[in-house]
């Protein structure tokens, strides 16, 4: 099994396999500071994009298992927002299924690229959930409440104004609390691209006009919000799967209900968690994307197996982890 060689040169980042909680591929490659020549490392703080979702459904559940909130609880009795033409009866279940109909600042059946956003409203405006309201509030709802599944950015950013509304807190910080610091996990954060700590990989886009990279500082909001923009380590990812899956975020029955199909027969979604079907059962993976920035990783629990693959560049991880996988359950 030569999974190294899956691997060609063009890929810029970092890639973690491991089997039976045994490492079977470890690599990292490409630079995090392209002009000073900066490699990546396992140290090296990476963006996810969307896969910040999942620590964002992790806090709402937590909130649910204190009696704090319900899978049944409408936005409107949570949020003392002028939601407008927004159903304020759409559920809490609903917007971690992406079932709501809430209308999607990124709607990507309409946008291909995440930086068509910022043409008419400047990126370094948003800074917390509350930034993005401009950019959805006014709009009608995309279909009624619980018709249907359809991915939704708008959906996580309103279960983060749930949680700083309950806990008091900017959502961050709780996630930091309640979900980062019990699982150890150290070099995971929403950083503000303007005041980025230590080891934080740029994300670059190939400029073909110019022939060169540009970071995508312009691209991307200036903070992360409940859509996604964490950094993290590939080690703090091996950390996040190992505390979720021996319960110590949620009970057992609260993570098994996580990992359950709640899209019915138009995806294969828990709560804030994507699910690949396999003749058997179904294996839980995360993933983001945005200019610069490519991640997923999954874990397959019946065979103990964790990939986490992240790029700096936008390198295609998707078509990697087939390849992977192709190789692993073929042997």
């Known amino acids: 099994m030569n999974l190294d060689s899956l691997f060609d040169s063009n890929f810029r980042g970092c890639a973690v396999i491991t089997k039976n909680n045994e ?29 910040g979702k999942v620590f964002v459904a992790v806090g709402i ?28 009866n759409i559920t809490i279940k609903q917007l971690l299924t992406h079932t709501s109909g809430i209308p999607d600042y990124f709607d990507e059946s309409v946008m291909s690229e995440y930086e068509e956003l910022w043409i008419d409203f400047p990126n370094y405006k948003i800074r917390s959930n509350q930034d993005l309201l401009p950019l959805f509030v006014d709009k009608p709802m995309m279909y009624p409440r619980g018709s249907r599944f359809q991915y939704n950015n708008t ?23 309640q979900v980062f610091k019990p699982c150890e996990m150290y070099s995971t954060g929403y ?12 994300n670059y886009i190939y400029d073909e006009r110019r022939n060169t990279y540009r970071t995508n500082i312009f691209s991307v909001d200036a903070k992360g919000t409940g859509a996604g923009g964490a950094f993290t ?10 505390c979720l899956l021996s319960y110590q975020l949620l009970s057992e029955s609260m993570t098994k209900n996580m990992l359950s199909n709640h899209s019915g027969k138009d995806g294969c979604y828990g709560y804030g968690i994507w699910l690949r079907k396999t003749n058997s059962h179904f294996v839980p993976y995360f993933q983001g994307s945005d200019p610069g920035v490519s991640f997923i990783t999954s874990y397959d629990i019946s065979q103990q197996l964790m990939v986490v693959l992240v790029s700096n560049y936008g390198d295609n991880v998707w078509e990697l982890l087939r390849d992977i996988n192709n190789n692993l359950y073929s042997n």
């Open 23 to 51: 490492v079977i591929l470890k690599k990292a490659a490409g630079y995090a500071d392209l002009q000073n020549k900066v490699s990546n490392d396992f140290d090296t703080k990476f963006a996810t994009a969307s896969a």
């Open 61 to 88: 559940l937590q909130l649910i298992e204190k009696g704090l909130l319900a899978f049944e609880t409408t936005i409107g009795e949570i949020l003392d927002i002028d939601l407008k033409q927004i159903d304020i």
């Open 155 to 177: 959906g996580f950013v309103v279960l983060a104004l749930v949680i700083e509304k309950l806990t008091g807190m900017e959502f961050d910080k709780y996630l930091t609390d």
């Open 191 to 202: 950083y503000e691209l303007d005041m980025l700590p230590a080891k934080c990989a740029a």
């Open 233 to 242: 380590t590939v080690a703090d990812i091996e950390s996040f799967w190992n």
